[in-house]
């Protein structure tokens, strides 16, 4: 399978609110309610945020959503604060996993 | 708390095989489905290969089939990637993941190695 296309990086300010998009096919994203996101520090081991495309793992601040429209779907950081700022990824089950090329969110 | 930790990361020559092994320890590690995630160099991350909890299937991403095995010990609390016949392009930092959800071969990744380096070169 082909990765999933995020954008390359984004930014925004303390407090504001940053939307990551990741975009597939009706044959991952579009034909499951299956994607994750992770957050990833470099360095550090990559940590689960989002999965079935809208749930939290007890511990992760609900500052961070998801959601899912046809093949994209999406990550909303609300209330940025500086540790937010890592690089993260989408995974979509497709018959086996596919993740996302990565985003880098820049906290300015 | 929920630990992995992988080992046997290095510098190999392309061509030559090398295993990676990856500690487990926090949970009971035979009843959940584990995976293989690697990360070349300034790039993403790929998912490599999945063991389903009992070891009885096995699946590995096109870029690895038929020269990386995924195989696990229960015993040991262990989880290994054999690779064979190495190239260039799979220099990359390997992580082991274990799934969200007891019994699924399936699932999100809720607990992740620090990664191991390996690095193909002559």
């Known amino acids: 399978q082909s990765a999933l296309t995020q954008p390359r990086s984004v930014s925004g300010s303390p407090g504001q609110s940053v939307t990551i998009s990741c975009t597939g096919t009706s044959s991952d994203v579009g034909g499951y309610n299956y994607v994750s996101w992770y957050q990833h520090h470099p360095g550090k081991a990559p940590k689960l945020m989002i999965y079935?495309?809208?749930k939290r793992p007890s511990g992760v601040p609900d500052r961070f959503s998801g959601s899912k429209s046809g093949s994209t779907a999406s990550l909303t950081i609300s209330g940025l604060q500086a540790e937010d700022e890592a690089d993260y990824y989408c995974c979509s089950y497709a018959g086996s996993e596919v993740f996302g090329g990565g985003t880098k969110l820049t906290v300015l | 708390q929920v630990q992995l930790v992988e080992s046997g990361g290095g510098v190999v020559q392309p061509g030559r095989s090398l295993r990676l092994s990856c500690a487990a320890s926090?949970?009971?590690?035979?009843?959940?489905?584990m995976h293989w995630v690697r990360q070349a160099p300034g790039k993403g991350l790929e998912w490599v290969a999945v063991?389903?909890?009992?070891?009885?299937?096995?699946y590995s991403a096109d870029s690895v089939k038929g020269r990386f095995t995924i195989s696990r010990d229960n015993s040991k609390n262990t989880l290994y990637l054999q690779m064979n016949s190495l190239r260039a392009e799979d220099t990359a930092v390997y992580y082991c993941a274990k799934n969200l959800w007891f019994g699924e071969l399936w699932a999100p990744f809720d607990y992740w190695g620090q990664g191991t380096l390996v690095t193909v070169s002559s």
């Open positions: 926090g949970f009971t590690f035979s009843s959940y489905g």
């Open positions: 079935d495309v809208s």
């Open positions: 063991i389903s909890h009992d070891g009885s299937n096995k």
